[in-house]
């Protein structure tokens, strides 16, 4: 089964030395994407899969209900309830849209496919073997024997012979992904694929550090999380775009910590902490550059490294006084329907996860079209 957006997956502790298993949790450990060769059923079916598969791998993510609030409708009142919880018709709204975008994704991929396979007279199975299967470059026997013999050092693992044809799947995965997206891309090109299909527009409270003039016609609000890899990911895109929409995009962002994510909370109130001299952006880029060590001590140094007066940022960082603004900022995240990093509004649309550039940039362009 493909790895869900974030989640923590079994760490494979306290499996029999040899166990057949062990290798398989390790390969489990990292989101990846699906090959064409290791999904069930039909070749195009397979393709259609891990494409899907692609799409989770985006962002960190947590389970929970949500309250997003459609802008012109009051979107909060339950349509299910019980004791101690309820369903608002805006997350039914929000679940009913994420089926639909997931189901013309594959749809389209699929017809696309099919499409091109028949202007040249082949099957859609052979054009794909062609076009993906086939530029993908098979590891050697050296390159699987060092992947095994590094990982062997770290736990037991069954014998090279038998879990061989897994390292090559798995070796073969980020070639097949880069493989995968490219030719789609090109497909989409080719045949001028527009979709039209949006997200509900919601009302989202743009408050917290910001970039670009408060006058642009666009505002992304982002809800990230310091020690999410996405949210990392993401921010170049993010300042790709802030560069090439200078002046026509404003960035605010809020923070969203997850609660699998030990220090991320702490680390946002370091963010703001320097945000009370001036220095939020520097603090939010080093933070990022150091995932690894987010610790108190840790933030602590930051603050020298930046300059910031040691004094103050200790006391702000001690007293635990910028937890409430961490606290608000993920209650307005949790209200319009956040439940996993990184989250944005591209003025009310929302998109999740570390997308492509050019996700950002369709949304930017139709909203700058209609002023």
Request: aromatic share 8%.
């Amino acid at each position: 089964m493909p790895a869900r957006r974030g989640r923590k997956p079994p760490d494979g502790r306290g499996l029999p030395p040899g166990n057949g298993l062990t290798l398989q949790v390790f390969l489990d450990r990292i989101p990846r994407f699906e090959s064409l060769s290791n999904c069930p059923g039909s070749t195009m079916k397979r393709f259609v899969l891990g494409l899907f598969t692609l799409t989770l791998a985006l962002a960190c993510q947590k389970p929970t209900t949500t309250e997003a609030k459609t802008a012109g409708a009051d979107q909060s009142a339950p349509v299910a309830k019980w004791n101690g919880g309820s369903i608002t018709a805006a997350e039914l709204d929000a679940q009913m849209f994420d089926q639909r975008k997931q189901v013309l994704d594959q749809l389209l991929v699929r017809k696309l496919v099919e499409q091109k396979a028949k202007s040249e007279n082949i099957t859609a199975e052979a054009l794909w073997k062609r076009e993906v299967t086939e530029k993908v470059k098979k590891p050697t026997d050296a390159e699987m024997k060092q992947f095994y013999d590094e990982q062997s050092k770290r736990q037991p693992l069954p014998p090279f012979e038998q879990v061989k044809d897994q390292i090559a799947q798995y070796m073969e995965r980020p070639a097949m992904q880069a493989a995968q997206n490219a030719y789609v891309d090109r497909l989409k090109k080719e045949l001028n694929v527009e979709v039209n299909l949006k997200p509900p527009r919601v009302e989202v409270a743009a408050e917290g550090p910001s970039k670009g003039p408060a006058t642009a016609p666009v505002t992304i609000v982002e809800f990230s999380d310091f020690e999410c890899p996405y949210c990392s990911k993401a921010e170049e895109t993010v300042k790709q775009v802030m560069k090439n929409y200078d002046g026509k995009v404003r960035l605010v962002y809020r923070d969203f910590p997850l609660p699998f994510h030990p220090h991320a909370a702490k680390a946002a109130e370091a963010a703001q902490c320097a945000a009370d001299q001036g220095k939020y952006w520097e603090m939010h880029e080093k933070l990022f550059a150091s995932q690894q060590k987010l610790d108190v001590p840790a933030l602590k140094g930051y603050a020298k490294e930046l300059g910031l007066d040691q004094g103050k940022f200790d006391k702000c960082i001690d007293s635990g006084d910028k937890a409430k603004v961490v606290e608000a900022n993920k209650a307005a995240g949790s209200k319009v329907g956040v439940t996993g990093t990184p989250a944005f509004f591209i003025n009310g649309y929302q998109l999740t996860g570390a997308q492509p550039y050019e996700e950002f940039k369709s949304l930017i362009d139709q909203e700058l079209a209609r002023k």
